[in-house]
């Protein structure tokens, strides 16, 4: 999941690439100790869940990849 986050910060799209970074910082913060599973799962659903995300989102397929590894991630934890 992580390779695939990566390509999503390569695509090109800035508003893709930003959420990427975002899902990684808080997938390394929940991995390190710092957030418990509900904080974790909590901020990897926020990332995808906001209206702003539907409003920038200019590729449905990058936009799909990208909510695609933040569930999968929330629920790996």
Partial sequence: ??????????????????????????MSQYEGGGLSLEEYQELMTDLIRSDQLNAQADDQDVKNLLVSCVMIGAKLA
């Fill in 1 to 26: 999941m992580r390779e695939q986050l990566q390509a999503i910060i390569a695509s090109g799209k800035p508003w893709a690439a930003e959420r990427a970074e975002m899902a990684l910082a808080i």
